[in-house]
């Protein structure tokens, strides 16, 4: 059934807190990835799960940036001591088999609105 | 360092005509591009796909030509309904990574 569902839809925070994003992907889709969308740019990728294992962080802007997906499903994106230029819109994807391409199509969540203050 | 671009931020088109989409690359490894559309408040929803064997997928209103010689991809949807108005992106990836990389999107309206 359901889609990817993403919580919270919007979150306003106060700089150097930190915060916890949630993504639920489709059920039995294998590769979850993250993104993020800063105004006026495009889907900037963050990671990508395949199960429960990250074999590629390189998009993690810091150390600041951190993940994690338990079970093959659920994945929180934590950010830590938020800056101002954290604020976008998070979204999440999953696929069936994490291919990357020729098919595995990416499923999007309807995003988290990230504002940092 | 953008890979995928998308040079028009915005297009208007009257309805029943045709809207076309631009998107450009540069990494020649890229072999499998996409086209999503984008709702606000929604996340992004897979549109058409062409593989880099093709210069040529069409399904429905909607065909995505590919052009690898120019680095060159275009979305044609024809004919535009005011259903269209949204955000298009495209994405290219390759056989040797996972990553999909994304265009800044250009904003379609189309006018009834």
């Known amino acids: 059934g359901a889609g990817v569902s993403q919580s919270p839809s919007n979150k306003v925070t106060e700089k150097g807190k930190d915060v916890e994003l949630r993504c639920d992907p489709i059920?039995?889709?294998?590769?979850l990835y993250w993104y993020r969308q800063s105004l006026g740019q495009g889907l900037e990728f963050l990671i990508y799960?395949?199960?429960?294992?990250?074999?590629?962080k390189s998009g993690l802007p810091s150390d600041r940036f951190s993940a994690e997906r338990t079970g093959g499903s659920v994945s929180t994106l934590t950010i830590q001591r938020t800056q101002q230029e954290d604020s976008a819109v998070y979204l999440c994807?999953?696929?069936?088999?994490?291919?990357?391409?020729?098919?595995?199509?990416?499923?999007f969540g309807p995003g988290t609105r990230l504002t940092v203050l | 360092d953008q890979q995928v671009k998308q040079n028009s931020p915005s297009l208007s088109v009257q309805e029943g005509r045709i809207s076309i989409l631009n998107c450009d690359y540069t990494?020649?490894?890229?072999?499998?591009f996409l086209w999503y559309k984008k709702y606000p408040a929604e996340g992004p929803t897979f549109l058409i796909s062409?593989?880099?064997?093709?210069d040529k997928n069409e399904d429905g209103r909607f065909t995505v030509f590919l052009n690898k010689s120019a680095k060159h991809l275009s979305l044609h949807i024809v004919p535009s309904q005011p259903g269209d108005s949204a955000v298009y992106f495209c994405?290219?990836?390759?056989?040797?990574?996972?990553?999909?990389?994304f265009g800044t999107g250009t904003s379609l309206t189309v006018i009834p």
């Open positions: 062409i593989s880099s064997i093709k």
């Open positions: 059920s039995g889709h294998t590769a």
């Open positions: 994405a290219a990836s390759s056989n040797t990574g996972n990553q999909f990389y």
């Open positions: 990494n020649s490894m890229f072999d499998y």
């Open positions: 994807a999953s696929s069936q088999d994490g291919t990357g391409h020729q098919g595995d199509t990416q499923y």
């Open positions: 799960f395949q199960g429960n294992s990250a074999p590629d």
